[in-house]
């Protein structure tokens, strides 16, 4: 949406307001954002009471998300839980409504209510049995407006950023969007630190943290709520950041929580097994992730940006086609016909020399000062240890390309680039080298592993476990890519969450063999795995912990424990004299 022309504003707005607002905006979100407002009052209209006929000119201050963090005369929105939970809606429906200027629903308030065990506090009596009509009864009787909008997702973000952009207009920045199993956290944190070095003034939302580089605050959620991703976006508009940079994941894209926001490049990157807990299969998981590259959902979007070895990538290039994006691809393989390919890579444990070569004579880019070049050439030095960090550097040159930076003045900066916390980050050592990766997909530990045994001269080391209460069939094919990638492994526990650590250790060690027992260590308690991998390691060796990266915590049992696996080798390798 682009900047209001609202007055400076810290009180109370109505939706009339905000569809007299979006309206002069004369964009097409803010068109969108007016027709479904108007859409909305109107239908609070025909559901409400004649005592309650419309919802456009009630003050209203916020809206919230949460019924506890409700203030008086802040409007609720009340959405579907992913583990629907009747008694919970009926509860926060009830407590919302003590507060609430009034309450949008996505569920249906009758179905929610005709089931109901009315809460004492409540207060209603009925004397007509039908299930129906005591609902109805019920919902005229609460003290607030409630209207079903059983779509208000299609426009949730929009209309929480009018509101943000009501109360004091900011220009918000562009956003740079990355979706894929692996390399989401590395791609949106290399871009920001690319445009920032050439210029721009950057931030970050993801798993390793929201805000201003260098200046990152601990996320819950790689993808926010649709109102939390709203007001960062707001804030970073505020504090005037240019550039955005971040993570899209499939849970996020498929509950519409990025709606509304200004995103003009899209990146994937891969799909491996993860999340199966979630969506129902792969092909669900794929398709969610395509949704990043359809225009109808992301009406600002110029570029796309696809990694072409991955073979989930068709499902995105065919939704990026079809939305007459201009469309880019990168390749490790030299052999192929993308965009940005690496042709050469020289690696070492300083970093990697990379011939990156560029054509954009078969790619529907029209600016003519790269398509006079058609196929270029540049030497790249790049900081960051790992063969699939060359794919995720190519991602991240590719975005800044496509927000107008010249390939010279990127390659310029790139050798002062920093990997994101826990994703290959060597701990320092007086001998033998140390790691500690995010990688928790069987997928991202192959990768992790064959990146890494380039550079081993000695033994490679696999310290890794698997989260409990998640996808049960992803362990042992956890186990396997660790035994088929590394010489030893150390099996360990992860994030237990509420499931016994032996169970979880035991489902991993499903169908190994008696020659993979041999090179496998199974120690519960992840401090004394990691103590005892750098007790073992040789001087040649390289040791990996795998699994959490730059999580600070170990949950067990609901509760967050202080663990991080930096400190915790740091201290291991103190202990056995190796700093």
Same mark, same amino acid.
């Given at each position: 949406?682009?900047?209001?022309?609202?007055?400076?504003?810290?009180?109370?707005?109505?939706?009339?307001?905000?569809?007299?607002?979006?309206?002069?905006?004369?964009?097409?979100?803010?068109?969108?954002?007016?027709?479904?407002?108007?859409?909305?009052?109107?239908?609070?209209?025909?559901?409400?009471?004649?005592?309650?006929?419309?919802?456009?000119?009630?003050?209203?201050?916020?809206?919230?998300?949460?019924?506890?963090?409700?203030?008086?005369?802040?409007?609720?929105?009340?959405?579907?839980?992913?583990?629907?939970?009747?008694?919970?809606?009926?509860?926060?429906?009830?407590?919302?409504?003590?507060?609430?200027?009034?309450?949008?629903?996505?569920?249906?308030?009758?179905?929610?209510?005709?089931?109901?065990?009315?809460?004492?506090?409540?207060?209603?009596?009925?004397?007509?049995?039908?299930?129906?009509?005591?609902?109805?009864?019920?919902?005229?009787?609460?003290?607030?407006?409630?209207?079903?909008?059983?779509?208000?997702?299609?426009?949730?973000?929009? %209309?929480?950023?009018?509101? %943000?952009?009501?109360?004091?207009?900011?220009?918000?920045?562009?956003?740079?969007?990355?979706?894929?199993?692996?390399?989401?956290?590395?791609?949106?944190?290399?871009?920001?630190?690319?445009?920032?070095?050439?210029?721009?003034?950057?931030?970050?939302?993801?798993?390793?943290?929201?805000?201003?580089?260098?200046?990152?605050?601990?996320?819950?959620?790689?993808?926010?709520?649709?109102?939390?991703?709203?007001?960062?976006?707001?804030?970073?508009?505020?504090?005037?950041?240019?550039?955005?940079?971040?993570?899209?994941?499939?849970?996020?894209?498929?509950?519409?929580?990025?709606?509304?926001?200004?995103?003009?490049?899209?990146?994937?990157?891969?799909?491996?097994?993860?999340?199966?807990?979630?969506?129902?299969?792969?092909?669900?998981?794929?398709?969610?992730?395509?949704?990043?590259?359809?225009?109808?959902?992301?009406?600002? %979007?110029?570029?796309?940006?696809?990694?072409?070895?991955?073979?989930?990538?068709?499902?995105?290039?065919?939704?990026?086609?079809?939305?007459?994006?201009?469309?880019?691809?990168?390749?490790?393989?030299?052999?192929?016909?993308?965009?940005?390919?690496?042709?050469?890579?020289?690696?070492?444990?300083?970093?990697?020399?990379?011939?990156?070569?560029?054509?954009?004579?078969?790619?529907?880019?029209?600016?003519?000062?790269?398509?006079?070049?058609?196929?270029?050439?540049?030497?790249?030095?790049?900081?960051?240890?790992?063969?699939?960090?060359?794919?995720?550097?190519?991602?991240?040159?590719?975005?800044?390309?496509?927000?107008?930076?010249?390939?010279?003045?990127?390659?310029?900066?790139?050798?002062?680039?920093?990997?994101?916390?826990?994703?290959?980050?060597?701990?320092?050592?007086?001998?033998?080298?140390?790691?500690?990766?995010?990688?928790?997909?069987?997928?991202?530990?192959?990768?992790?592993?064959?990146?890494?045994?380039?550079?081993?001269?000695?033994?490679?080391?696999?310290?890794?476990?698997?989260?409990?209460?998640?996808?049960?069939?992803?362990?042992?094919?956890?186990?396997?890519?660790?035994?088929?990638?590394?010489?030893?492994?150390?099996?360990?526990?992860?994030?237990?969450?509420?499931?016994?650590?032996?169970?979880?250790?035991?489902?991993?060690?499903?169908?190994?063999?008696?020659?993979?027992?041999?090179?496998?260590?199974?120690?519960?308690?992840?401090?004394?795995?990691?103590?005892?991998?750098?007790?073992?390691?040789?001087?040649?060796?390289?040791?990996?912990?795998?699994?959490?990266?730059?999580?600070?915590?170990?949950?067990?049992?609901?509760?967050?424990?202080?663990?991080?696996?930096?400190?915790?080798?740091?201290?291991?390798?103190?202990?056995?004299?190796?700093?």
């Amino acid at each position: 949406m682009s900047l209001s022309t609202s007055p400076k504003s810290n009180t109370a707005v109505t939706l009339q307001q905000l569809i007299e607002t979006s309206g002069n905006d004369g964009d097409r979100q803010s068109h969108s954002l007016t027709q479904a407002l108007t859409t909305l009052v109107s239908a609070s209209s025909s559901q409400l009471p004649k005592a309650k006929t419309s919802i456009a000119h009630i003050p209203f201050e916020q809206f919230r998300l949460d019924s506890r963090q409700l203030a008086a005369n802040d409007v609720f929105v009340l959405l579907k839980s992913q583990t629907p939970n009747c008694q919970k809606s009926r509860d926060y429906l009830y407590q919302a409504a003590e507060q609430a200027a009034f309450i949008l629903s996505e569920i249906d308030p009758i179905a929610l209510l005709s089931t109901a065990n009315v809460p004492p506090h409540a207060n209603i009596s009925f004397t007509n049995d039908s299930d129906r009509s005591k609902a109805q009864q019920q919902l005229a009787a609460l003290p607030c407006p409630v209207v079903y909008v059983p779509h208000i997702r299609d426009f949730l973000g929009d %209309l929480i950023q009018a509101r %943000l952009q009501h109360q004091q207009p900011v220009t918000l920045p562009t956003v740079v969007a990355v979706t894929g199993t692996n390399g989401k956290t590395t791609i949106s944190q290399l871009v920001a630190q690319l445009t920032q070095l050439t210029g721009m003034s950057s931030a970050v939302m993801g798993t390793a943290g929201n805000g201003r580089l260098g200046a990152l605050v601990q996320a819950s959620h790689t993808t926010g709520d649709a109102l939390a991703v709203q007001q960062f976006l707001y804030q970073m508009g505020h504090e005037k950041a240019q550039l955005l940079a971040l993570e899209a994941s499939s849970h996020g894209l498929d509950q519409q929580r990025l709606q509304g926001m200004p995103v003009s490049v899209a990146i994937y990157t891969n799909l491996s097994r993860d999340h199966l807990d979630y969506h129902a299969d792969m092909a669900e998981y794929a398709a969610a992730k395509a949704k990043l590259f359809d225009k109808a959902h992301f009406p600002e %979007l110029t570029h796309a940006i696809i990694n072409i070895d991955d073979e989930h990538a068709q499902i995105m290039l065919d939704t990026a086609h079809a939305s007459q994006l201009t469309v880019w691809t990168y390749s490790l393989d030299p052999e192929k016909s993308a965009t940005f390919v690496a042709a050469e890579i020289k690696p070492s444990l300083q970093g990697v020399e990379i011939a990156l070569r560029t054509d954009f004579g078969n790619s529907d880019f029209d600016n003519a000062d790269f398509k006079n070049k058609e196929t270029n050439s540049i030497n790249i030095v790049s900081p960051l240890l790992g063969h699939f960090n060359v794919a995720n550097l190519l991602a991240a040159i590719a975005a800044a390309v496509a927000l107008g930076i010249s390939l010279e003045r990127i390659a310029a900066v790139i050798p002062q680039l920093q990997g994101a916390v826990g994703r290959m980050q060597r701990v320092p050592s007086a001998n033998g080298c140390f790691i500690v990766d995010y990688a928790h997909t069987p997928d991202a530990l192959s990768q992790v592993l064959a990146s890494l045994k380039t550079h081993c001269k000695g033994q490679l080391w696999a310290v890794f476990g698997c989260g409990g209460d998640r996808d049960a069939g992803k362990r042992p094919l956890m186990a396997q890519a660790g035994l088929a990638g590394a010489d030893k492994v150390v099996l360990t526990a992860d994030n237990p969450r509420t499931e016994d650590p032996n169970l979880i250790l035991q489902d991993m060690q499903a169908g190994m063999t008696s020659a993979q027992y041999e090179r496998t260590h199974i120690e519960p308690a992840r401090q004394t795995a990691i103590e005892y991998a750098v007790k073992q390691a040789a001087p040649a060796d390289i040791v990996v912990i795998a699994g959490k990266g730059h999580e600070t915590y170990q949950e067990i049992n609901h509760v967050r424990y202080d663990f991080d696996d930096s400190v915790i080798l740091q201290n291991a390798l103190k202990q056995a004299g190796r700093l």
